[in-house]
């Protein structure tokens, strides 16, 4: 199987896990409207053609201004998430935008049953009435990921269908989401039968390589038994390759060999490989919005000389979307 590029990536305005966002936090905290249109050409020049958004609002404050929460983060960007759309809606970018987290802890027992806050909602109408009119807000992600134990939690899949049928009759109409457990997936008759209930559009497993879970073997063996499952079902197969390694509780680039091993692998299974996450794990050398490690550029340098050296780079065109299967 031939390499593919990793064409997707999450980010963020604050990342929401303690210390995890250390290395860009503070710097995208300081970005200007420019500054966010210079880091999204940077990415789609990079061949990423579909961004997700980790969250709009967290810890009680919103990144925009929002009727639901008066209380606001302080950003130099008066409103980053008009900025990110504004700048997709002029590269053609394709952005999920996060609903959830509004409450606190954001993981816990919400991974097996859903967040059941009205919140959801509130913020949902919200978005869609002052953000839909964005060509680029072409979809929602429930960034509260489902905790997969061989299966998916039944109370998840019914608060993932639940939101799904609303974020659809409000629109945009497309839902991802993205579980972890990854490792402990089984494929069996009755994880076909979940897959064929999830009323979600794309499902990206997490490959659990950067929070040091598995293997390089184990992750083959999941993901073609993954592959399999999606056949099955008749669903799209997405990947989320886990950019990063932990030094400490920081996130760092993760080592460049180790990452193409991850991409080859990937390859092999995936519809579409996207990554945790561009965004303060590669930064393009002499970036104007540069943020996060200092390492964060070899990262980037090696990925584009492994994409020169299968000829995926130059990009010829628009970057592809999906795989033609």
């Not at 970005?31 to 053609?49: N, S, V, Y």
């Not at 967290?58 to 980053?80: M, N, Q």
């Not at 053609?92 to 935008?97: E, H, P, Q, R």
């Amino acid at each position: 199987m031939a390499l593919m590029r990793i064409t997707g990536s999450w980010f963020d305005f604050y990342h929401p896990n303690p210390y995890e966002g250390d290395c860009w936090n503070s710097t995208t905290q300081q970005f200007t409207d420019e500054d966010w249109d210079f880091k999204l050409t940077e990415m789609a020049e990079a061949g990423m053609d579909t961004l997700v958004l980790l969250n709009v609002a967290l810890h009680g404050k919103a990144f925009y201004p929002s009727e639901i929460w008066s209380h606001r983060w302080d950003t130099v960007c008066k409103d980053p998430l008009e900025a990110v759309l504004r700048a997709g809606d002029r590269l053609g970018l394709t952005i999920y935008v996060g609903n959830g987290f509004y409450t606190t802890p954001i993981m816990g027992s919400l991974s097996t049953t859903g967040d059941k806050s009205a919140l959801r909602y509130d913020f949902a109408k919200e978005l869609a009435a002052k953000y839909g009119h964005h060509a680029s807000f072409a979809g929602w992600y429930l960034p509260v990921e489902a905790a997969i134990f061989t299966h998916f939690p039944d109370h998840y899949i019914a608060y993932a269908n639940e939101m799904a049928d609303f974020l659809r009759k409000i629109g945009p109409q497309r839902v991802m989401i993205a579980p972890y457990g990854t490792r402990s997936i089984t494929g069996d008759d009755r994880f076909v039968a979940q897959l064929r209930s999830l009323e979600v559009d794309y499902i990206a497993y997490q490959d659990e390589i950067g929070v040091d879970r598995t293997t390089f073997e184990a992750v083959d063996a999941t993901f073609a038994r993954l592959r399999e499952a999606h056949d099955r079902a008749n669903k799209p197969l997405w990947s989320d390759l886990e950019l990063f390694k932990f030094a400490g509780k920081v996130l760092h680039p993760g080592p460049s060999e180790r990452v193409r091993r991850q991409l080859e692998i990937l390859s092999k299974y995936s519809d579409k490989v996207l990554c945790y996450q561009y965004l303060g794990m590669m930064n393009k050398p002499g970036s104007a919005a540069h943020a996060g490690h200092e390492t964060s550029v070899q990262l980037y340098e090696n990925y584009m000389a492994l994409l020169r050296d299968n000829g995926l780079w130059p990009i010829a065109g628009q970057a592809e979307t999906e795989r033609n299967r």
